[in-house]
Nanobody, 121 residues
Framework: QVQLLESGGASVQAGESLILSCKASGDSSRRGCMAWFRQRPGEVREVVAIRSVSRQAGSADSNEGRFTISQDNNILYLHMSSLKAEETGMYYC?????????????????WGQGTQVTVDS
């Protein structure tokens, strides 16, 4: 089993920066891929950034280079800068055992409870 605990969500002004953290525990062999997803009210979860733990490589979705995913031991980070109002939502950390990392939330087995980010324009 894998447990994920997000933190760092806050209410910020547009243009500000924020760092989200996800502390992972449990079976590390089942965390080959880790990712951040965002869910806006009434919408499906969409991928924000993905990290292949085995390859120690990450990529952020098209956010004009403003988002970066990184990892330090068992903590996954999402660095967000120049935030926009449309990036408001609940941010979730997710993990799955494979080593080919997917963009689709259905592929992820383990989820945290989420942390809310609100960006005021």
């Amino acid at each position: 089993q894998v447990q994920l605990l997000e933190s760092g969500g806050a209410s910020v002004q547009a243009g500000e920066s924020l760092i989200l953290s996800c502390k992972a525990s449990g079976d590390s062999s089942r965390r080959g891929c880790m990712a951040w997803f965002r869910q806006r009210p009434g919408e499906v979860r969409e991928v924000v950034a993905i990290r292949s733990v085995s390859r120690q490589a990450g990529s952020a979705d098209s956010n004009e280079g403003r988002f970066t995913i990184s990892q330090d031991n068992n903590i996954l980070y999402l660095h967000m800068s120049s935030l926009k109002a449309e990036e408001t939502g609940m941010y979730y950390c997710a993990a799955e055992p494979g080593n080919i990392c997917s963009r689709h939330p259905d592929r992820y087995t383990y989820w945290g409870q989420g942390t809310q980010v609100t960006v005021d324009s």
